[in-house]
């Protein structure tokens, strides 16, 4: 059998927003401003005959409202973050309903980085930071203007979710 494995060094923007605001605060405000399963995402699973059961998501006209959503919540600190002064560490995954199709449309690699990854981590001074890697910078290595313009959308609307959330009265 023929394998090929090659090695693309991709630079990704980091973008981290350090707030006072509590970890329980942030992590609330998140919850109640992205849409959710209640705002017309249904994961469910669909079975035929003979086949595995794999998940199939169902958008409704609800969410034409609705920017981004979320996905899924990873707690991923455990035993870890109490021995490395970190009491929280949540892992967010978003998405805006129709840019992870268009991008993979546009560019299949494009589907390693959807849906877009936030971690949310409590630091020891009581404050909370947020770290999101840009979706554009990740494919930007590949110069295909429409999953650029897809990724600098969906971009925009993460880093104004995060910046709205670290900084409510600004």
């Not at 990704?12 to 209640?38: K, W, Y």
């Not at 003979?50 to 998501?57: C, I, L, S, T």
């Not at 991008?103 to 936030?118: E, K």
Request: hydrophobic residues 40%; charged residues 25%; contains cysteine.
């Amino acid at each position: 059998m023929l394998v090929s494995e090659y090695v693309l060094r991709i630079p990704i923007e980091r973008h981290v927003l350090n707030t006072r605001r509590s970890f329980t605060a942030v992590i609330q405000d998140i919850r109640e401003t992205l849409g959710t399963s209640e705002a017309g995402i249904q994961l469910r699973r669909r079975t035929t005959a003979g086949k595995r059961a794999r998940p199939v998501r169902r958008v409704n006209s609800t969410l034409a409202q609705v920017r981004l959503i979320g996905i899924a919540e990873l707690e991923i600190s455990g035993s870890w973050g109490r021995e490395h002064g970190t009491s929280r560490l949540i892992r967010l995954l978003v998405d805006m309903p129709t840019a992870s199709g268009d991008l993979v449309r546009f560019l299949p690699d494009a589907g390693a980085s959807c849906p877009a990854a936030i971690l949310v981590q409590q630091i020891a001074d009581d404050g909370t930071r947020l770290i999101y890697d840009s979706v554009a910078s990740a494919v930007s290595i590949y110069q295909d203007e429409r999953s650029l313009t897809v990724a600098r959308e969906l971009d925009a609307e993460v880093l104004a979710l995060l910046r709205r959330i670290a900084n409510p009265a600004g």
